[in-house]
C-alpha cells in the first residue's frame, strides 16, 4: 500500500494517464468494427428516446440499462448524435475502469509496477469484446469502484472520512444495480470477501454495515423522489424493472436456459480455456492460503487477503458467465486483476532466504501466462468480434454513409442480411418520405438516424423480458399502450426487417400492430432486408 508514495508525482500522473489512454484507445480501436443490431442499438435508442423528451417507466420501459442510456444522452447533447459519441463513452469507462484497477491493487498492498501491469490487461476484458455502451459492463465498472472505496472505507480513519467512503460505496453499488441487477446481486462475492477480510473488528463491522445502509436508505429516496418529479408509473417501475428480470433469471436457473463456459470454449478457444486455467488455480491457492491464515506472520495474513479478494472476483466472474444468455467472453472483467492479487499473494508469503530469486521465478511465471492468456483473448475475442455473433473480416465490411454512422465498419450476423447500403437506403427513403414509422425488428438506432421518435413502447422485442407473457393483464396493459403510442405518433409507415427478431419475437404477438397497421397497407416497398409498408391515414 505504502508503493504509492515511493513513487515521484510526475510518474504517478504518467501511469494515471497512459494507463486512461490505454484503456480508452484500445476500446475506441476495436468498438467501431461490426455491429449486432440488438445488443448495440439498446442503449443507443433509449438515449435517443430521452434525448426527444421520453421518460423510462414512463414513455418506454426497459429491465435494465438506466445509467448507461442517460450518460448516453447527455454524451449526445454534447458530441451529437453519433456511432463515435456512442464508441467514446465505451472508451472512456474503458479507461477509468482500468483507472480504478489500478488504484484498487495498490490499495491491496499490490506495487506500483504490477499494478500498472494487471490494470493495463485489464482494459481487454471490459469494453473491447462488445465495444459500446452495454448494461452489463457498465454495472461491473461501478462495481469494481464500490469494491474499491470499500477496502478504503476499512482502512479509513476518522467517522467522518469512514461514513463517507461507506456511504460513496452505497452510491456505486445502487449505480451498479440500476445499470444491471444481476451484476448487483452477483457482486455480493467480491464484496463480501472483501468486507471479511478488511474489517477485523465487531465495530467496524457494525459501522460498515450501517453506513451502506444508510447511503442504500439515502440512495433509494433520491431515486422515489426522481421518479414522483417524472411522472414515472410505480407499476411500469415494478413490472419491468423487478417482476419481468427475476422471472427471466429464475427461468434460465431451473430450466439450464443459460450459455455455460463449456458452449464457448470450443468456439473461443484456449482464451477462455486460460480462464478457466486461472479460476482453477485461483480456487487451489485461496484454500492453500486459508489453511495458513491463523498463522500469526503478518505477510500470510496479508496474503490470505490478497488471495481471498481475488477469489471472489472470480467467483463472481464464473457465476455471471454460467447464468447469462450473453456470450461468456465478456463476463471476465474482473479477470486480470484476481491474478494480479494471486501474484501478488505468493511473492507475499515467499520466505526470506532466496527470495529474490523464487520472486523472479514466480514474476516469469505469471507475467509470461497473463501475456499470452491475454494475447489469446484479444486475438480470439475481440479480433473476431465473436460477441457480436461473427467472425469479423469473413464478410463483406462497408462504412455507412449515413453521417451519424460513418465512423462504423459495418458487418452484421448473418441472421439479419443486413447490409450498410440497405442502412443508407433506408435512410434516404425517410429523408425523402416524411412521417413517422413503427420498427419491427432490432435495429432500432433506426429512429435517431433518421430523426424520428422511437415508437414502440419497449426498447427491444423480447417476449418474457421486455414485453410481458401473452393472455396477462400486464400484457394487455402493454398493447393498449402500443395502440396509444400508435395514434399519438400518428404512425404513417411499418418497417419489417426481413427474419424478425433474434428473440423470436412475431408481428402476429402484437394485436395493436394487426388491428391498426395491417388493414391499412397501400404501399410496399423492398429496402435489403426492411420491408417499408406505406399506410393511409387512420
Same mark, same amino acid.
Request: hydrophobic fraction near 40%.
Given at each position: 500500500m505504502n508503493?504509492?508514495?515511493?513513487?515521484?508525482?510526475w510518474i504517478n500522473t504518467v501511469c494515471i494517464g497512459l494507463l486512461f489512454l490505454t484503456g480508452s484507445l484500445i476500446n475506441l480501436h476495436y468498438s467501431h468494427m461490426g455491429f449486432m443490431p440488438l445488443d448495440q442499438s439498446i442503449v443507443f435508442d433509449g438515449a435517443w428516446r430521452v434525448l426527444t423528451g421520453q421518460i423510462p417507466y414512463?414513455?418506454?420501459?426497459?429491465?435494465?440499462?438506466?445509467?448507461?442510456?442517460?450518460i448516453q444522452a447527455a454524451m449526445f447533447a454534447i458530441f451529437g448524435v453519433s456511432w463515435f459519441s456512442y464508441c467514446l463513452h465505451a472508451a472512456i469507462v474503458n479507461g477509468l475502469f482500468c483507472l480504478t484497477a489500478y488504484y484498487l491493487l495498490i490499495q491491496c498492498g499490490i506495487s506500483r509496477p504490477l499494478s500498472f501491469f494487471y490494470a493495463a490487461l485489464s482494459g481487454i476484458v471490459l469494453y473491447p469484446p462488445i465495444g459500446t455502451p452495454y448494461p452489463e459492463q457498465h454495472a461491473a465498472f461501478f462495481l469494481l469502484v464500490a469494491i474499491w472505496l470499500m477496502t478504503k472505507a476499512c482502512r479509513a480513519e476518522g467517522k467522518g472520512r469512514v461514513a463517507i467512503m461507506w456511504m460513496s460505496c452505497s452510491v456505486f453499488l445502487f449505480l451498479c444495480f440500476l445499470s444491471k441487477q444481476n451484476v448487483a446481486l452477483l457482486g455480493i462475492f467480491p464484496l463480501a470477501t472483501g468486507f471479511f477480510v478488511f474489517l477485523h473488528d465487531k465495530q467496524s463491522l457494525f459501522n460498515g454495515l450501517k453506513y451502506t445502509a444508510v447511503g442504500i436508505v439515502i440512495c433509494g429516496l433520491v431515486a422515489v423522489l426522481a421518479a414522483v418529479i417524472l411522472k414515472m408509473d410505480p407499476s411500469q417501475i415494478w413490472v419491468y424493472?423487478?417482476?419481468l428480470p427475476y422471472q427471466t433469471i429464475l427461468t434460465r436457473l431451473t430450466t439450464g436456459d443459460m450459455v455455460p463456459f463449456a458452449a464457448h470454449d470450443a468456439t473461443i478457444g484456449s482464451g477462455m480455456l486460460w480462464g478457466r486455467i486461472a479460476i482453477v488455480f485461483s480456487g487451489v491457492l485461496f484454500i492453500f492460503l486459508s489453511a495458513l491464515s491463523r498463522h500469526r506472520n503478518?505477510?500470510?495474513?496479508?496474503?490470505?487477503?490478497?488471495? *481471498?479478494? @481475488?477469489?471472489?472476483? +472470480?467467483?463472481?466472474?464464473?457465476?455471471? /458467465?454460467?447464468?447469462?444468455?450473453?456470450?461468456?467472453a465478456q463476463c471476465y472483467w474482473f479477470l486480470f486483476i484476481a491474478v494480479g492479487l494471486a501474484h501478488a499473494a505468493i511473492l507475499t508469503v515467499l520466505p526470506d532466504r532466496d527470495h529474490r530469486i523464487t520472486s523472479l521465478c514466480v514474476h516469469i511465471f505469471f507475467i509470461s501466462l497473463t501475456l499470452k492468456g491475454a494475447y489469446l483473448f484479444n486475438n480470439s475475442v475481440n479480433e473476431t468480434r465473436i460477441v457480436h455473433d461473427? *467472425?469479423? @473480416?469473413?464478410?463483406? +465490411?462497408?462504412?455507412?454513409?449515413?453521417? /451519424?454512422?460513418?465512423?462504423?465498419?459495418?458487418?452484421?450476423?448473418?441472421?439479419?442480411?443486413?447490409?450498410?447500403?440497405?442502412?443508407d437506403e433506408l435512410a434516404r427513403y425517410f429523408e425523402i418520405n416524411n412521417g413517422n414509422f413503427l420498427l419491427f425488428g432490432d435495429t432500432s438506432i433506426l429512429y435517431a438516424i433518421t430523426g424520428r421518435p422511437s415508437v414502440f413502447p419497449a426498447?427491444?422485442?423480447?417476449?418474457?423480458?421486455?414485453?410481458?407473457?401473452?393472455?396477462t393483464e400486464a400484457f394487455r396493459r402493454f398493447n393498449r399502450n402500443l395502440k396509444n403510442n400508435i395514434r399519438a405518433y400518428n404512425v404513417k409507415y411499418l418497417v419489417l426487417e426481413a427474419n424478425g427478431t433474434w428473440n423470436g419475437s412475431k408481428v402476429s404477438d402484437f394485436p395493436a400492430i394487426n388491428e391498426l397497421l395491417l388493414n391499412r397497407i397501400t404501399e410496399t416497398q423492398q429496402i435489403g432486408p426492411f420491408r417499408v409498408l406505406r399506410l393511409t391515414n387512420a
Open positions: 508503493s504509492y508514495h515511493r513513487f515521484p508525482l414512463r414513455d418506454f420501459t426497459t429491465p435494465s440499462g438506466i445509467i448507461p442510456i442517460l424493472g423487478f417482476m503478518t505477510n500470510i495474513r496479508r496474503a490470505v487477503g490478497q488471495a *481471498t479478494v @481475488g477469489f471472489g472476483m +472470480i467467483i463472481f466472474c464464473a457465476l455471471l /458467465a454460467e447464468t447469462t444468455s450473453n456470450q461468456s461473427i *467472425t469479423f @473480416g469473413e464478410t463483406e +465490411i462497408q462504412r455507412p454513409m449515413v453521417p /451519424a454512422l460513418k465512423f462504423m465498419l459495418h458487418q452484421s450476423p448473418i441472421f439479419y442480411c443486413v447490409k450498410a447500403r440497405d442502412i426498447l427491444w422485442y423480447h417476449n418474457g423480458l421486455t414485453t410481458p407473457e401473452k393472455d
